[in-house]
């Protein structure tokens, strides 16, 4: 299902969200991982001028644990948490990764997830620094190098024929005593483990917080974020909403799950190839523990194309931030229908970049 390029005001927002989790263990524990720094948020005066707003600041989540995306930081905190679940641990004492390690050590485990593309990635280098496995399932269309990276961290990838979707369930099916599956989505019975996720997140609100601290500037009144099945979404909301923001949401028009939903008024479905550009955000159904935050958190859905995200990759490029198709979804949305968006001069405009060139040879083409 393709769902037409443009704009959808959400009837449903009421300025609501869930409270943000504490982010004081969630940032002692990826503290304790290696190569832990906050990434850098970038002021883009360029992009303020062309958008009309007062300031952009991008956060750059090209270089994040070592990793070209994000993700880790779900991923993470999902595994820690699950593993002192499995293994009846108080999460307060193992603290960090060297007590995770303890945890874990001498065990038999396998972590499971699906993924379209960082997630796995992401779970895949977390079981190496457990030394466990990980299998990870992908979708039959994702391109070569996001597998190859994959297999590069130590992990088994089994490639399932069909959607984003159809991985999912296919990970779900193989969870038992040996096999943990740590998945950024929830269905029906396993919700606690894509919450954990959503939590993981809470890292990149805490830095942004303390980055515009430290710059004397104040706190965004505009957030764009990129919907895949909402976990990234859901804690942008939590972090950004009870501090005044309004929060934009950006899709693939081949892949606007949320949109659809909002237009429905339930959670909806959307099928086809779900093979934008956009690797990271073919998803065709709302993960169902983000969906109630989305819903009432984001005020406006917007539904991309591929040409749009090649165009908002070039312009972060100008700036100096090297994204992925999936990373520049969020600018792609305000570059496409700023009009459309009530955008105002004196906004404080927040772009995540969540994530850098996963896919080497398409930067290339696209932004040389």
Same mark, same amino acid.
């Given at each position: ?9 959400? @009837? ?21 991982? @290696? ?22 600041? !991008? ?40 007590? $995770? ?26 079981? &190496? ?31 399932? @024929? ?19 599956? *740590? ?12 919450? %954990? ?30 919907? /895949? ?19 934009? /949401? ?7 799950? *949320? ?31 983000? %969906? ?9 859905? !917007? ?37 459309? $968006? ?25 932004? &040389?």
């Amino acid at each position: 299902m393709t769902t037409a390029r443009g704009v959808l005001a959400n @009837p449903a927002a009421n300025g609501r969200s869930a409270e943000c989790a504490d982010s004081a263990p969630v940032s002692r524990f990826h503290g304790s991982l @290696p190569d832990y720094q906050p990434t850098p948020l970038v002021s883009a005066p360029s992009l303020a001028e062309r958008l009309g707003v007062g300031s952009v600041h !991008v956060k750059d989540e090209s270089n994040r644990l070592a990793m070209p995306s994000f993700k880790i930081l779900g991923a993470s905190w999902a595994t820690f948490r699950v593993l002192c679940d499995v293994f009846g641990a108080d999460p307060d004492v193992v603290a960090d990764l060297d007590g $995770l390690r303890r945890l874990v050590a001498d065990s038999e485990l396998t972590l499971v997830a699906a993924t379209d593309g960082n997630h796995g990635r992401a779970l895949a280098r977390m079981a &190496g620094l457990l030394g466990l496995d990980a299998q990870i399932l992908v979708p039959q269309d994702m391109v070569a190098a996001r597998i190859q990276a994959i297999e590069d961290e130590g992990a088994e990838v089994v490639v399932v @024929p069909g959607t984003y979707d159809e991985a999912v369930s296919a990970s779900a099916r193989l969870a038992d005593d040996r096999h943990i599956v *740590v998945s950024d989505t929830s269905w029906e019975g396993y919700r606690q483990v894509p919450g %954990w996720v959503i939590d993981g997140y809470s890292t990149i609100v805490a830095e942004v917080s303390e980055q515009l601290a430290a710059s004397g500037e104040r706190a965004p009144t505009v957030v764009v974020v990129q919907i /895949g099945v909402g976990a990234f979404a859901s804690a942008m909301i939590r972090g950004f909403l009870p501090r005044g923001a309004r929060i934009i /949401g950006s899709e693939p028009t081949l892949a606007a799950c *949320v949109l659809e939903s909002v237009r429905a008024g339930r959670l909806a479905r959307v099928g086809g190839r779900l093979d934008s550009s956009m690797a990271g955000l073919n998803c065709g159904t709302p993960s169902p523990i983000a %969906w109630p935050e989305m819903r009432s958190g984001i005020s406006t859905l !917007v539904a991309v194309d591929d040409a749009d995200a090649e165009e908002a990759m070039r312009a972060l490029a100008s700036v100096g931030v090297v994204s992925g198709e999936s990373g520049a979804a969020g600018l792609a949305a305000l570059l496409a229908f700023g009009p459309e $968006l009530d955008l105002r001069a004196d906004d404080r405009v927040l772009i995540i970049s969540t994530e850098g060139a996963t896919d080497p040879v398409a930067y290339a083409k696209i932004v &040389g």
